[in-house]
Structures are given as structure tokens and as C-alpha cells.
């Protein structure tokens, strides 16, 4: 082949290349439309130098609402996103524990708590919150620390890590220590 029609085909093929990707990362654009202290979510009845921090964030079905898990507070978060550019505080649910994760499915928040009193003896429970009346409906022991949630797109199932923290003081954090984690697995 000439080795100046080689070098034209290599440069059409590398523009048709650049131009079919090109929209796609133009699809893949993201624009902060607001942002919200969590802090502005603690109620007045409570300390308002209290730590508090959004970790794990999900949103409800609609959009409209977003759940976070906040450990340093012992609580779940809800923020109003009625009107996206102006978030509202939505209020918290105090939990007995530390919540380390949260998902939304059929209009229940569903939580994983860490109710450990050590690492030698790791414990947590799911806690299911109603999320429209921000009320505990339930929970249910998990056998371990909880770490982690999803759901199957379906939604007939819910997987939780049980992660059981290493003591990274005994032996200088190395592996193994027991007790070991292990995944759970709910139907919904």
C-alpha cells in the first residue's frame, strides 16, 4: 500500500474514532447545582458543635430525597431535594448504634448498624425506616458488623457485607482475625 494513502486512512480513521466518542463524554458532564452543611440538618435539641458527617448517600425513588448515613451522630439523614438549587434540612432519625450504610427500596430506608461494644465481639442489625414518617419500623440482627449495602436491580434482593473490623492494635493489624466477615443475603 503507498505509504501516503496508509497515512490518510490512519488520520480518517483516527477523526471518525474521535468523533463518535467525543459526544459521549459530552454526555458525562457534571454540574454542581448546590451543596448543603450537614451540620444545618441537626435538630435544635441537639448539641450543634456535635460531629456529624454524611458518609454513604442514596437517594428515595423519586429523587426528591436524600438519605446519608452519619456515624459520628449515631443518626440517618434526610435532606429535602424538592427544589434541587435550595436543599432543606429534612431532619435525622436517631439510631441505636453506628449507621454505616443506607439504601432506599419501596419506600423504606434500610440501614446498616454497628452495635459493636468491641472488635473482639462484633454485632449490628438492619434497622428498616419508614421514609415518609421517619419512623424505625423494624430490625433485625445481623450476626456481625455490617459494612456495606446494595440491592438487585430487580429489587428481590439485598446483599450486606459484613465486615467485622480488624483490631489493627493486636498483632500489629495483621490477618487473620477472627472473627472473620462474610456476606449476607436478604429477599425482599
Partial sequence: MDPARHSALFVLT?????????PAHADMMFNRVASFAVAGNLPADVEQTMPTSSEIITASEDGMTLVYSDSPL???????????KAPKAGGIVKIDGEPTSVV??????LAGVNTSESKAKPSGNLTVIDLASKAIESTCDLGGQPDSLAFSKDGKF???????????????????QMPAGD????TL
Fill in 158 to 176: 439485598l446483599a450486606i457485607a459484613i465486615e467485622n473490623e480488624r483490631d489493627e492494635e493486636l498483632n500489629d493489624g495483621e490477618i487473620p
Fill in 74 to 84: 449515631g443518626a440517618v439523614g434526610f435532606i429535602d431535594l424538592a427544589d434541587p
Fill in 183 to 186: 456476606l449476607k443475603i436478604f
Fill in 14 to 22: 483516527a477523526a471518525l474514532a474521535a468523533s463518535v466518542s467525543l
Fill in 104 to 109: 432506599v427500596i419501596g419506600g423504606k430506608v
